[in-house]
């Protein structure tokens, strides 16, 4: 569940430079704009390249450019299908509709190591097979896989808790973007991350802040913290303890006028209408809201309908509800069915986990499940406390993860491969046939792993 931050008056408000959205299926033409920070090198030359800022007027996607270039790559997603992309010229097309379906579309400058923009969706009208007008622009269409490209990259969102606060400094900086990709805050205190040049959500839970019972003047309150923080420059903001199933909160919520899921609906909405733009992420429990997911719930699905991020509490370690192979493999799963609607994972390590064995088993899993935008955190590192295992990159994925009868999980890489056995399955020796490199097991040509441990190997 969530965690308080103590009390601060310190801080120094400031106006964020940049962001990063994740696009949600929540209306026709559904978008969201997104800053992200500067960092990657266009090759042959010194110019930071942002990533472009992709926008949709009407079925007409638009972007900024990336450094100096002109030719970019337009990625095409129907929601639920296949990926394709496109190599495109200037900054601006009308891709061909799919009519009766949402495509999610993110575009790039083309090369290999430019970074993706923000994804827009665009919801087409009309039934399957309806003859629609011919797009303005027709590029060549290349196959692409889905779920490779900088999968086997860290993103670390950094829960900036009061540990950290003396490392809130300018000096700090440069540590801070080198090692994190979001921030997640607890305003007043937090407010002085705004200005360090990397997305900064602000924390509340309605539940241990006195919100709850939730009711509409609740919620309007909870919404005046949001917006508040949005004012200050915050990216968007983080909602603890959305758990669905009543008992799961601090036992006073009332049940007399609607079921607690419904006002727990209510908030989130009201959440991403103060800030319709910006980051959401959500915390409830996988076991809890997946259940109803399946069951078609429709409170769940209003809640997913808003989310960008959705957290994995606990990650996958011993408290985390994911003790069975059954429940591990079901656990991917959701991941994918999160993933089908543009939702990123948010997979945080279990303070059970029991050291570095427990930590890489879970950013192992981390590598299994991740489609180049979900994110994962540590037990409270920070500088001169940081597991260099969130430092690989193990470069893109060269497929899908697998499994194994004998209960083995692999993923490889184009410069590594990690391995996970599952709860319940027996220890297992893999050869490498080569020498890599472990965070946990050191130089090695094989590796023994037991139940509920993994290893990230780069070449």
Known sequence: MGHSSGTHTGGTPSTG?????RATRRSLLALLSALMLAGLLAPGGAEAARPPVLSAHGETLTWTASGRHNTYRLMARVVGGEHTSSILHGLRVTPEAVPGETVVYRVKAAYNESR???????????EPGEEEPPVEEEPPVEEEPSNTEGAGAVKYRLDAKTYFDRFATPDRVPWLQRH????????????????????TISYHDPSTEGFAPLTPTSIASYVTKVTRDARVGYAGAFIDDVNLTPGFRD???SHELEPEKHRLALLVEA??????KGILEVNTQYYDIWRLLKAHDPDAERILG????MTKEFGVGPTSGIDTRAEYA????YVDYLHARGIALMLCTDPNAGGVPGWEYNIATYFLLNDGDDYINGLEQAPGNWWSGYDVNL????GPRERSASGLWTRRFTHGVVYTVEPGAATQTIRLGKLMHSAEWGDVESVTLKERQGAVLEE
């Open 116 to 126: 993706w923009s923000n994804a827009v969706s665009i919801a087409y009208q009309g």
């Open 395 to 398: 470069g893109d994925a060269l």
């Open 251 to 253: 036992g006073t919520q």
């Open 180 to 199: 994190a990709s979001l921030v997640k805050a607890y305003a007043p205190f937090g407010d002085v991350y705004v200005g360090f040049g990397l997305p």
């Open 330 to 333: 079901e656990f991917f799963n």
């Open 271 to 276: 959440v991403r209408a103060a800030q319709p």
């Open 306 to 309: 808003q989310v960008d991020i």
């Open 17 to 21: 430079t940049s962001w990063r959205a």
